[in-house]
């Protein structure tokens, strides 16, 4: 193991600095959901406690969310604001996509925020416009509600938004092709995926048989997307399968280079081992107001369903490198893929540089560099000194740098294959922190770099989740966002 000066000389500065490393979730939901519970103030103590730094509410698109429950989320926010001022707060949305299933959405300084995120939910909502189902005519609105968000940010009405695609492979009802028309259109908007789904804690044996991390225990339906193979409808290692298999969807995109990122979550609804409860209420409470009762303190940790998900960053954390503590700084870094995800507090820190003739690159960035000259990795990884919320401290066991050509757009929009991707090298971590280093001399053709780690409870290559033996505690990894490198 060498140190950053003695891998590359003391005169170059790291290229991942510069950045406040932001631990955070774009997936989490309240009692303004029609299947959540908690009131903003108890999801963001939650958080808070879980060490979050941003989070956005992502409430599900609903006839009666529509109709009641957007003016008041916004009143909430705002109060939750002032009340929580070190945590950087969206009001966004879970958005039912037209001819898919569901994607987060959330805006930078909009103007009049609740009147835009109505109007959008009342007219590009599949929960509100019937246009569920997979077909040509419903996909052709999903890219009319970009192109409407688009037009907001021309105005002036925004200054920009995102949009992730949540839990692709639960229900295989996105596309690959449709992942690329999205990202073409509107690659500043539409940036990414979830790597990980949410409600890990699905997978935990106490909550009862046939539990999945994730919920990922599906069978293709009406709507999926029919060239999906049975094994993507599983979580390996609780990651999606678009994610976890090297070759796969993911990096199909990624040998196009396409910059589509992966973040994760906790989808938050219900949280395993939690003592808060719902009170009864009438079967038409949340139809009639568009919000639940306000859930009290119990006494009895809660295991069974639905407590199948974590607090935002109990489990799942997105970290993002932004350029200030701001929500415009964590969504520039969103945006830029500067962002690693792991589970169970796997690794503390995470670092990834690529260094060349052309200067230094981190995670979501472009290295150009001559062609025959040499390219050096540096890897920094902080391993974990804590216990985490399942009371044990996680050992992260090895480092995979993994590599891929890029050569350029496929013929087939469908494409979900890259053939050439591998693992080039694996590191053991041995220290508390651990600085490693690699030279590809000679490089002759563009290609990308991105990490994963792992405990290696079951093994180093990430295995398919079991229902009812898939316990997330005891399978941990954590994923890094690619560093492309471009060769003149």
Known sequence: MLGVAGALGSGRAEASSGYQWLSGDHHVHTQYSYDGMYTIEQQLRGALRHGTDWLVVTDHGHSSHEAHSVEATAEDVRRAQRKFPQLLLWHGMEWNMPGAEHGTLFFEDCRDEAAVLRDFERQFDWRLNGQEASTPANEAKTLDAIRWLQTKIGNGTMKSA?????????????????????????PDIVVGMEGAPGAQGDG????????????YANSPGSNSWPNFPAEAYRTYGGFDWMTAKVGGVWDSLLAEGRNWWITSNSDSHFNSRDTIVRVPEPGDQFDLAGKHLDPIEGTVPQVLPPYVDFFPCEFSRTVVGARRRSRGAVMEGLRAGRVWVSHGGLVDDLRFSVYGTGGGATLGERLRVRRGSDVTVVIRARLATRPNSAGFIPRLRRIDLIRGA???????????????????????????????????????EPFYLRLRGTDGNRGFEPQADVPGAANPWEDLWCYSNPIFVEVR
């Open 204 to 215: 935990d044996p106490l909550r009862g048989p046939g539990g999945h991390r994730g919920g």
């Open 162 to 186: 995102l949009v992730f695609v949540n839990h692709p492979m639960r229900n295989g009802r996105i596309a690959p092709y449709e992942l690329r028309n999205l990202r073409d259109l509107a």
């Open 406 to 444: 890029v050569s350029g757009p496929s013929a087939d929009p469908a494409a979900m294959v890259s053939p050439r991707v591998d693992v080039a090298r694996s590191f053991e971590p041995r220290w508390h922190y651990a600085v490693f280093t690699h030279t590809f001399r000679n490089v002759r």
